[in-house]
């Protein structure tokens, strides 16, 4: 079953959308499997991080802007391709194994959309 | 259903494979699932990204090795950890979701695979 | 069918565990379909790399410690926002076909669980 969902990102950050997939797990019925949360952006990304301490990803942004920041040689007209590294970094998608109709995650994990800047659709199945 | 392609890679660079990934689509006839790109390299890998602008993936390329350089502590007889650790910053597969027999990428998505410098072969089901 | 494993991590290190993986694989009758290995914590990863030189895991450490080190700017109390950065550029899960009950792995392809240094565990479908 697919579920889409979008939200507003007005600035960089890690959006916690462990609700809504959970919630969609719960109206799919599927009660053993795998759930497959996708971005369908460029400067976005799924990952799965620390859902207690929101000081790390607070963190997480400053270590990924200094490990691909912006830099002289690249072309790309828009100006994000630091975006674009990120994006890749982290990737589109996450994948989580369902079992008595529950996502799999570990005690302190949370799903996060990352977003530059622009308006996050996350697809999931 | 599982296809498999091979690409001949020249040099270390991102190659589009969207094509070929909507064709295995088509042809397996699955309207509603998901479809599991996997690359058998270990100096390789599979990530979606800008599909519009060829500067982006030049970006890339430059910014992935700015983050993830040779080193000199560096052990492997090979020579070639630093494409090892794109490879699993990257990562060897990426899912994506079918809906109505089309893959439910975004606009600005392609599948791509960067390649090092070996051969590519993109396994997929 | 759902394996689970764990493993105890003595320090920060990447783990073959492609023997457990095979046997999960056997042990479920699966003919043709995908694996997901997934970790269920936040500073810990899986990624698929080379299982012939251990100088690949040993350069693997060492270039993503320089790309995402500890830095002054970080607000985490636990002081370990390097290893929460790790886990997100390496991805909490790897997904891997399977075809004739047989993982497709290509010939210098492991599955290695990546801890920093709690203990793992790799749950498995």
């Known amino acids: 079953m697919?579920?889409?969902?979008?939200?507003?990102?007005?600035?960089e950050?890690?959006?916690n959308i462990t609700p809504q997939v959970c919630e969609?797990?719960?109206?799919?019925?599927?009660?053993s499997g795998i759930a497959v949360i996708f971005c369908p952006h460029?400067?976005?990304g799924i990952t799965i991080n620390e859902?207690?301490?929101?000081?790390?990803v607070h963190d997480l942004l400053i270590g990924l802007n200094k490990?691909?920041?912006?830099r002289a040689e690249f072309r790309h007209g828009e100006g994000n391709s630091s975006a674009h590294l990120?994006?890749?970094?982290?990737g589109s998608?996450?994948?989580i194994i369902i079992e008595n109709g529950k996502l799999l995650l570990g005690t302190w994990q949370g799903i996060y959309l990352w977003s530059s800047t622009r308006r996050g659709i996350g697809s999931f199945m």
Do not use: H, I, W
């Open 2 to 11: 697919l579920c889409e969902y979008s939200l507003s990102a007005q600035r």
């Open 13 to 15: 950050d890690f959006y």
């Open 24 to 31: 969609a797990v719960t109206k799919s019925g599927v009660t």
């Open 42 to 44: 460029t400067t976005a």
């Open 51 to 56: 859902n207690a301490d929101p000081d790390v």
């Open 67 to 70: 490990a691909f920041p912006d």
């Open 86 to 90: 990120k994006a890749s970094a982290m």
């Open 93 to 95: 998608s996450a994948t």
